[in-house]
């Protein structure tokens, strides 16, 4: 594999998509290009994204189940895969809020840019202390996302996710949920989390995940997200 020294590999200029693959079929492709055209476009990037390459790749693949990864900057078009690691594991989460802080304000953040790495840090920091993931407050103290996924806390019958403003990527998974769900956008502080009686999170390999903990404390119940995953099975999930 050639790799151009170009912006993005020195400056982190570009994008990048994961995408689950199910029995040699790309689970939300469109959704995904439209989010890589849309950044690339912000990034002023002028490349066509071959969906044939793409279809390509994944033919000629010895694996039918795993996670497609396209990376696209100036000089250079990547597509390269890794193992599924969300496949078959159901297992719940268990948060850290982490101390870094998202700025909301910043216009990186809302793309899936190759300045990645504060994620993978902060999700090893989180994973160093016994947590699945870590929890990304903002500078106001708004929950926003978490390391590699979107969040979500439910209260009666209703499913609240922080908005876009309180810093946070626009998840493919997390628009398809909003889609199909009665689930409402609303600014979440950080003391409002006990206040809420289910957590879940998302993203377009794991589909969803249940949380049973963000620091101390505990969520009981698990049925919102029992309902969903459901809904997720027939893609696969």
């Known amino acids: 594999m050639k790799i151009e020294l170009d912006d993005g590999f020195l400056f982190g200029k570009g994008a990048f998509e994961t995408i689950k693959v199910v029995n040699g079929a790309p689970l939300f492709l469109k959704e995904h290009l439209n989010r890589l055209k849309s950044s690339l476009e912000f990034f002023g990037i002028d490349r066509k994204i071959d969906t044939d390459e793409i279809y390509k790749y994944i033919e000629d693949s010895d694996e039918k189940n795993f996670a497609l990864k396209i990376i696209a900057s100036d000089k250079n078009f990547i597509i390269t895969s890794r193992p599924d690691n ?64 979107n969040i979500f806390f439910v209260k009666g019958d209703m499913i609240y996710t922080p908005p876009l403003s309180s810093g946070l990527l626009r998840g493919t998974m997390r628009e398809y949920l909003m889609e199909i769900f009665k689930i409402e956008e609303r600014v979440i502080k950080r003391d409002e989390i006990k206040n809420f009686d289910e957590c879940f999170i998302s993203n377009s390999l794991m589909g969803i995940r249940s949380v049973e903990s963000i620091d101390d404390f505990e969520f009981k119940k698990f049925d919102e997200a029992d309902k969903i995953l459901k809904n997720l099975q027939k893609f696969g999930f």
């Open 86 to 149: 969300y496949r078959d594991d159901y297992k719940s989460f268990r948060l850290k809020i982490s101390d870094a802080r998202r700025n909301s304000s910043s216009k990186m953040i809302y793309h899936k840019n190759l300045c990645y790495y504060e994620n993978i840090y902060e999700h090893r920091l989180a994973a160093s202390f016994g947590y699945d993931n870590a929890l990304f407050l903002n500078e106001r103290g708004e929950v926003s996302e978490c390391d590699f996924s």
